[in-house]
């Protein structure tokens, strides 16, 4: 069983940066491949970046691609979602979520965290 806690949120100017923290415990972290996920209200999912197990795989979403950043620390276990030129369009709760193996699932985890809230002003 796989535990996940985000931190990191909060309210942001647009155009502004801020970095969210997912710490997971009680698994093998390097055997899981790390997603973060978006709901904004009213809204579907929505996958905003993945990597791997070994953190050499990245992939994210047109929507963030060049403004997002993903990362992890095996030793810490912990993932990292660095985001800059934040927009209006990025507010929403984000979501770490966890698979184990290489897969890539979109929007379907068997772990989730809890969620950060991230509100981004005009």
């Known amino acids: 069983q796989v535990q996940l806690l985000e931190s990191g949120g909060g309210l942001v100017q647009s155009g502004g940066s801020v970095g969210l923290t997912c710490a997971a415990s009680?698994?093998?972290?390097?055997?899981?491949?790390m997603t973060w996920i978006r709901q904004a209200p009213g809204k579907e999912r929505e996958f905003v970046a993945t990597?791997?197990?070994?953190?050499?795989?990245?992939y994210y979403a047109d929507s963030v691609r060049g403004r997002f950043t993903i990362s992890r620390d095996n030793v810490k276990h912990t993932v990292y979602l660095q985001m800059n030129s934040l927009k209006p369009e990025d507010t929403a709760v984000y979501y770490c979520?966890?698979?184990?193996?290489?897969?890539?699932?979109?929007?379907?985890?068997?772990?989730w965290g809890r969620g950060t809230q991230v509100t981004v002003s005009s």
């Open positions: 979520a966890a698979n184990l193996g290489s897969a890539f699932l979109g929007t379907t985890a068997n772990y």
């Open positions: 990597i791997d197990g070994s953190g050499g795989g990245t």
């Open positions: 009680g698994g093998s972290f390097s055997l899981y491949r």
